[in-house]
């Protein structure tokens, strides 16, 4: 054990030294482009709003988790959404952001031309001309901060706060930036395939989920689960963070338009509807399943419906989400509710929500999207358009399929040089105190 930490610390010291590098390298080569008269005063206002918006997203994701584990771990499961906040935050302006939206190279990734911002100033975007190029790469940068947060809640309670650290750096890196840049930076799902993203389904949630599931497998189950009564500690909490996910999820997808015309309104005007949906479909579920629709419930629901409005804000019909929205909510609650069955530990059902709610969403996109809402997607299966709906299912099928493998790969890195998960006692007296030193509440 002594050596296997000692190699781990070595490992870690290493990579450290070479991010200062990176630092330093593009430090000084940063440059900015000209500002061009393309920027329009309009969008770059709704686009800074919505930067902030999504931002809140995470703060809110922290309460949401926040609530559903033991008081115990309360402050280390905040800690994981907010420390990804900062960590990536740096990543994304030093290599991150370069990887998903530099020059396209061969397909899978981005080239290195913007590493450390080089050449992205206040002129307009290639992807986003009538926004400075910096607002769109914070606009982005934020979703490549919630999404590794997102994973957080399958492994909560049991690992370690320099092992979280370690694999966000990583997963952002090798998953989360290729497959940014396949769906939306030019890659082959763009480019090739086809096929359509609005907001993140493919990118965030079934990215997030995938991750979530092998973590959860590789990591374990939390000690004496299924065998003690393991209950949501603080609800009001979890709720707070709903309403704040809710109200964040605006400029996650109406954002998503780049602009504040008529595609930002449909945006807003189906996130919102698909949400409601989602949380009616999962309380009548509930109540049909076992008698009572529960608070838990309900705001589990509403994120699901968030879920699953994603990939599809931009190309569907108002009345087209309320359709996704019930579906999602119906479905997510089928999915959490089976998840004893088959005995793995996704403590907060990043699996259940997430990843089917994001692969539902991803589908119907391909199902319910119309030429009508949006002349830049496309028509879907109910308009005739098999091509479109075949092309939805392959995204969905490789992201799925690319995250659990090089997360499985990066899990095990991690666990062989600092190890993943806490010792059994620093378990039992709870993350708080163990690898933070402080608790959430005095009683």
């Known amino acids: 054990m002594k050596f296997r930490l000692k190699k781990g610390k070595k490992f870690v010291l290493t990579s450290l030294l070479a991010m200062l590098g990176v630092l330093g390298a593009a430090g000084v080569c940063f440059a900015q482009a000209p500002v061009t008269q393309l920027i329009n005063s309009g969008d770059t206002a709704w686009m800074l709003i919505s930067t902030a918006l ?42 991150g952001y370069t990887l998903a939206f530099g020059p396209d190279r061969g397909g899978f990734i981005g080239g290195l ?71 939306w930076g030019g890659g082959w799902i763009e480019t090739h395939l086809h096929a359509l993203d609005f907001a993140g389904g493919t990118v965030v949630h079934i990215n997030s989920a995938a991750a979530a599931i092998v973590a959860a497998i590789v990591v374990g189950r939390r000690k004496g689960y ?27 997808n109406a954002g998503s338009a780049l602009t ?55 190309f569907v019909t108002p009345l087209s989400s309320i359709i996704i929205g019930l579906v999602a909510g119906g479905i997510c609650y089928l999915a959490v509710s089976l998840k004893p069955r088959f005995g793995y530990d996704d403590a907060l059902d990043v699996l259940g929500i997430h990843g089917v709610g994001g692969t ?10 119309t030429l009508a809402v949006n002349p830049a997607g496309a028509n879907g299966l109910l308009l005739g358009n098999v091509k479109q709906f075949m092309s939805q299912i392959i995204a969905v099928a490789a992201t799925w399929i690319y995250s659990m493998v090089v997360s499985l790969v990066l899990l095990k890195i991690v666990d062989w040089t600092i190890g993943l998960r806490v ?3 620093h378990e039992e007296i709870g993350l708080d105190l163990s690898q933070h030193g402080e608790t959430g509440y005095y009683l």
């Open 54 to 95: 999504v931002m809140l997203m995470t703060p809110g994701l922290a309460f949401f988790y926040g609530g559903m584990v033991r008081s115990k771990n309360v402050l280390g499961t905040i800690m994981h959404s907010f420390i990804i906040l900062c960590v990536i935050s740096i990543v994304w302006v030093l290599w």
């Open 260 to 314: 504040s015309g008529g595609l930002a309104s449909l945006a807003f005007v189906t996130t919102n509807t698909a949400s409601a949906a989602a949380a009616l479909g999962w309380a009548g579920v509930e109540y049909m399943h076992r008698k009572k629709s529960t608070a838990l419930g309900a705001v589990s629901g509403a994120v699901a419906g968030l879920v699953a409005i994603t990939p599809a804000a931009g």
């Open 226 to 252: 299924m065998k003690e009564p393991i209950a949501p500690h603080n609800l009001p909490l979890t709720i707070m963070g709903a309403a704040l996910l809710w109200f964040g999820w605006f400029g996650f």
């Open 113 to 183: 031309e913007y590493l450390g911002l080089n050449g992205v100033g206040q002129g307009g975007a290639p992807l986003a001309p009538t926004i400075p190029h910096l607002v769109f790469m914070m606009f982005q940068g934020m979703f490549a901060v919630i999404t590794p947060a997102l994973i957080t809640g399958a492994f909560a309670e049991r690992m370690k706060f320099s092992a979280v650290v370690f694999f966000t750096v990583l997963w952002t890196t090798f998953v989360y930036s290729p497959v940014c840049h396949w769906v």
């Open 360 to 369: 539902w969403g991803a589908i119907a996109t391909g199902i319910f999207a």
């Open 423 to 425: 010792e059994e006692k």
